[in-house]
Every structure is written in structure tokens, then in C-alpha cells.
């Protein structure tokens, strides 16, 4: 079994100690996020020789942690060692301006603390996502291209991986996004709109502001991959990714895992896992999040 430490909230920035309390305890009760009367029961225990319940499919295979700030989980990976998980983390870096995310830890703490859990668990466990290229006002192509080169510069050598996606248009971020626009604070772009407004002749701005990334990453020793893509950008150099990845599961750790999540988006390419998070818990209020 798969956990996932969290699609719907950001579990290792805000809510790591009760995290490692259900740790402790063995166990942590999931409740569907669309039905709150449906509740499970998920053990915690790792799939590890000599528990008993190693080859059991309620044995925790490995965490996949989803987070904005790796801090928590660094100070407390001797811990998780120790009690045998397996597991990978990734980090959403995005550098945005303030308007964008009004509650994000800084770049540079963000940064440091990769780095030194690279240095501890290995760069392969330690996934860096660019997630959502959001396409704005204050965060244009050029913004992209060079804010990706810096971050991707920054993580060289810590970071084997980066996944990205484009900006999806969720009806929970949509609304906030028109009231933030009819308010003046930032203005979306379409595809190819420079920042005054204009769009531009040609009609392969993503495609080359894509291609820029991928190269960017290149320089930087990484792999790019796209989340859950209807688009194929392999021609720009990005192939399509899974972030709860058989592949890396299987390298990692020799499990072998079998079909895809058919519960996430069409295009998502992730095997299966359960989540333990809730929905509107958050409390970055990054405008552009699905999940709240």
C-alpha cells in the first residue's frame, strides 16, 4: 500500500506532528472527502521483514509526501528510518510573487532545506515540482524562463527530477481568481499574451517557453516530466511523468506495482495510493489551488 501525504493538504508544512503521532499510533483514519459518513481505518505500519506484516496489503509500501516546506520532514527522518518507511518527497518550489501566494515560506529556506535532505536520504527521494506554470500579469513567459533557470540552478546536484504542469482552470480556484482580477491585483495571460496585452505573432509561445524549461532542467542535470497532461510535450523535451511513480518505486526499493489511480484525473499516470489528507485545510490560500 501507497500513502499519499497529501494531494488535498499540505500535511508536512502544518500538520506534521499530528502526522507523526498517527505514526506512533499505528494508525490514521482516512474520511472520504465526498462523503464524510465513509470512514476508514489505515494502518501505518511498515512493509518491512520481521513485523509480521510484511507481505500484508494494509503494510505501508511507502509515503509519498506532497509539501511547499520539507523542513519537518528532515528533522524528523531519523525517526522514519528507524521505524523502517519507505518514502520520497516532493517540494513545490515556485518563486511566485506575493499576490499569487500569500502565505509561502521563504524560496530560500525552501531551497537549503532540499538540499540538506538530499544530502541525507539522496537525490533520487527528493523530487522538485514547478506546479502550475501560471501564466499572469507579474508572472509571464520571460518571468518563467527566468525564474525556472535560477530555482533549477539553485537545486543542481540535489535534484535528479522536476515535474510540471500547466495552470488548470478548477472551478474552487477560477472564483477567486476573477475576484483577485476584478480587484486589480494580478491579470491572467493566455498562452502567448505578453505582459501588456498583446499576443503575440507566432502561435508557439508554449511550446518554446516549454522547450526553455526542459533545457533549463538539462543544464541542471534534471529530468523534466508533466502531471497529468491532455497535451504531449514530448517534442519540447518533456516527457509525461507519474509523481507516485511505479518506476522510482520499483528502483528505489525493488516493490512492484501494477496499474494506474484510476480515481485522479484522466491523464494522471499515478499508481494507486490512498490519501490521508482533508480538503480546505490549508492555510497558504495560494490563489491558484485546487484544494480549497
Known amino acids: 500500500m501507497l500513502v499519499s501525504v497529501s494531494r488535498r493538504c499540505d500535511i508536512?508544512?502544518?500538520?506534521?506532528?499530528?502526522?507523526?503521532?498517527?505514526?506512533?499510533a499505528g494508525f490514521?483514519?482516512?474520511?472520504n472527502p465526498f462523503n464524510a459518513n465513509q470512514q476508514k481505518r489505515i494502518?501505518?505500519?511498515?512493509?518491512?521483514?520481521?513485523?509480521?506484516?510484511a507481505e500484508s496489503q494494509d503494510a505501508v509500501d511507502a509515503f509519498i509526501?506532497?509539501?511547499?516546506?520539507p523542513r519537518n520532514i528532515l528533522a524528523n527522518a531519523d525517526e522514519l528510518d528507524k521505524r523502517g518507511f519507505h518514502y520520497y518527497?516532493?517540494?513545490?518550489?515556485?518563486?511566485?510573487?506575493?499576490?499569487?501566494?500569500?502565505?509561502?515560506?521563504?524560496?530560500?529556506?525552501?531551497?537549503?532545506?532540499?538540499?540538506?535532505?538530499?544530502?541525507?536520504?539522496?537525490?533520487?527521494?527528493?523530487?522538485?515540482?514547478?506546479?502550475?506554470?501560471?501564466?499572469?500579469?507579474?508572472?509571464?513567459?520571460?518571468?518563467?524562463?527566468?525564474?525556472?533557470?535560477?530555482?533549477?540552478?539553485?537545486?543542481?546536484?540535489?535534484?535528479?527530477?522536476?515535474?510540471?504542469?500547466?495552470?488548470?482552470?478548477?472551478q474552487r480556484s477560477h472564483e477567486r481568481i476573477k475576484i483577485l482580477e476584478q480587484a486589480g491585483v494580478f491579470r491572467m495571460l493566455k498562452p502567448g499574451e505578453a505582459r501588456t496585452g498583446q499576443l503575440q505573432p507566432?502561435?508557439?509561445?508554449?511550446?518554446?517557453?516549454?522547450t526553455d524549461l526542459a533545457g533549463s532542467a538539462a543544464a541542471a542535470g534534471m529530468e523534466i516530466q508533466s502531471c497529468a497532461s491532455h497535451d504531449d510535450f514530448s517534442s519540447c523535451g518533456i516527457k509525461p511523468g507519474a509523481c507516485i511513480d511505479?518506476?522510482?518505486i520499483n528502483t528505489l526499493w525493488g516493490i512492484e506495482l501494477k496499474g494506474r489511480d484510476k480515481n485522479q484525473r484522466p491523464h494522471c499516470l499515478c499508481s494507486k495510493s490512498v490519501d490521508i489528507g482533508s480538503y480546505n485545510s490549508c492555510t497558504a490560500h495560494c490563489v491558484y489551488c485546487y484544494a480549497s
Open 65 to 69: 509526501f506532497w509539501t511547499r516546506d
Open 28 to 31: 490514521v483514519i482516512a474520511v
Open 43 to 53: 494502518p501505518l505500519v511498515p512493509a518491512v521483514p520481521g513485523n509480521g506484516v
Open 246 to 248: 511505479s518506476v522510482l
Open 89 to 170: 518527497v516532493m517540494t513545490t518550489i515556485t518563486g511566485y510573487p506575493h499576490e499569487l501566494e500569500p502565505s509561502m515560506v521563504s524560496t530560500a529556506k525552501s531551497l537549503t532545506a532540499m538540499r540538506e535532505l538530499a544530502q541525507k536520504i539522496g537525490p533520487q527521494r527528493v523530487i522538485w515540482r514547478y506546479d502550475p506554470v501560471f501564466l499572469s500579469n507579474i508572472t509571464d513567459e520571460n518571468f518563467h524562463r527566468k525564474n525556472f533557470s535560477v530555482l533549477s540552478q539553485a537545486l543542481s546536484g540535489s535534484v535528479k527530477r522536476v515535474i510540471i504542469s500547466l495552470y488548470s482552470d478548477y
Open 12 to 24: 508536512p508544512r502544518f500538520r506534521f506532528e499530528w502526522f507523526m503521532d498517527r505514526v506512533k
Open 202 to 210: 507566432s502561435g508557439h509561445q508554449q511550446s518554446e517557453l516549454l
